[in-house]
């Protein structure tokens, strides 16, 4: 496959990304890393090449060590704000993400594998709508907890905010 969906733009960057929808016994599962204060979905870039649907089930068997089907698309995500990582600190980012629900084996154990763009390594936790640490997409809080059978589509806005 080719490289990270990810391109300069004016004196931004698009990118474009999977999310893994992992949910068991009413939690879902989230990735971290030392270098954030805050948690992400099971995902990652699309490199060139690949449908969004191979992409994520390369990421959920990067980060989980397990072969997962999908289910189902759940969301749509547009997102504007402001890149976090080293690599691009500071840079306004376009993101257009796509999440799928995944297909969870009854004995689902993961293994965190995953070392996340700027080198560090992640960890996996699973977490709920009522888990107080900051999490992204935040739309998971209040859509995992009754999860729907459409697809979604939702926009968020960090230039708003500053």
């Avoid at 068991?24 to 490199?47: A, E, H, T």
């Avoid at 690949?50 to 749509?76: K, Q, S």
């Amino acid at each position: 496959m080719g490289v990270d969906m990810t391109v300069p733009c004016d004196s931004g960057i698009v990118n474009i990304r999977v999310g893994a929808i992992i949910l068991k016994d009413g939690k879902f599962l989230m990735v971290g890393n030392p270098n954030q204060d805050y948690l992400y979905s099971v995902g990652g870039r699309i490199k060139f090449g690949e449908t969004a649907e191979e992409a994520v089930r390369r990421e959920v068997f990067e980060e989980t060590g397990i072969h997962m089907e999908i289910d189902r698309l759940g969301f749509v995500h547009e997102n504007y704000f402001y890149a976090d990582m080293e690599s691009h600190k500071g840079k306004l980012t376009y993101e257009i993400a796509f999440f799928f629900y995944m297909k969870v084996p009854e004995n689902f154990e993961p293994i965190s594998t995953g070392i996340s763009a700027d080198g560090a390594e992640e960890f996996l936790t699973w977490v709920n709508a009522d888990t107080p640490t900051k999490y992204y997409p935040e739309f998971f809080r209040e859509e995992l907890t009754y999860p729907e059978f459409s697809v979604k589509h939702f926009v968020s806005d960090e230039r708003a905010e500053q």
